[in-house]
C-alpha cells in the first residue's frame, strides 16, 4: 500500500525546524519546538539536534572548501612543501640571515 502524501504543516517538519532556525541561529532547542507548536508541527527534541547538527556540519564543510579553494591560489596546497623550498633558498644565498636581508630589501 503507497504511503499517504502529508498536506498541512506538518508536511515537512524539518524544514520547519531549518526555518525557525534562520529566524533565530541561537534558538534553544526547546524555544523551536514551541514555535512549531504554536503553528501546529509536533517535532521532537531529537530531531531539532538533528537538523541543527547538520546544518553545522554544512557549514564546516563548506568552510574547509573556502580553505582549501584559497590555499590553492596562494600557489602552496602543501606548507611543508613551501618550508623545504625556503631552506633550500635560504641555502643557496648563503644561509637565512642573507634570505632575510634580501626580502627586507625587496619589501622596501
Same mark, same amino acid.
Request: glycine share 4%; no cysteine.
Given at each position: ?39 501546529? %508541527? #509536533?517535532?521532537?527534541?531529537?530531531? !531539532?539536534?538533528? @537538523? &541543527?547538527?547538520?546544518? /553545522? $556540519?554544512?557549514?564546516?564543510? *563548506? ?22 623550498? %625556503? #631552506?633550500?633558498?635560504?641555502?643557496? !644565498?648563503?644561509? @637565512? &640571515?642573507?634570505?632575510? /636581508? $634580501?626580502?627586507?630589501?625587496? *619589501?622596501?
Amino acid at each position: 500500500m503507497p504511503k499517504k502524501e502529508s498536506t498541512g504543516p506538518s508536511a515537512n517538519k524539518s524544514q520547519a525546524i531549518r526555518d525557525a532556525f534562520a529566524q533565530n541561529p541561537k534558538a534553544e532547542t526547546q524555544v523551536v519546538i514551541d514555535q512549531l507548536a504554536e503553528k501546529g %508541527v #509536533k517535532v521532537t527534541p531529537t530531531m !531539532v539536534y538533528y @537538523i &541543527r547538527s547538520k546544518q /553545522q $556540519l554544512a557549514r564546516r564543510k *563548506a568552510k574547509r572548501a573556502r580553505v582549501a579553494e584559497s590555499s590553492v591560489k596562494t600557489g602552496a596546497a602543501n606548507p611543508v612543501e613551501l618550508v623545504l623550498r %625556503v #631552506k633550500d633558498m635560504a641555502r643557496e !644565498v648563503g644561509g @637565512i &640571515r642573507n634570505l632575510k /636581508q $634580501l626580502v627586507d630589501l625587496l *619589501a622596501e
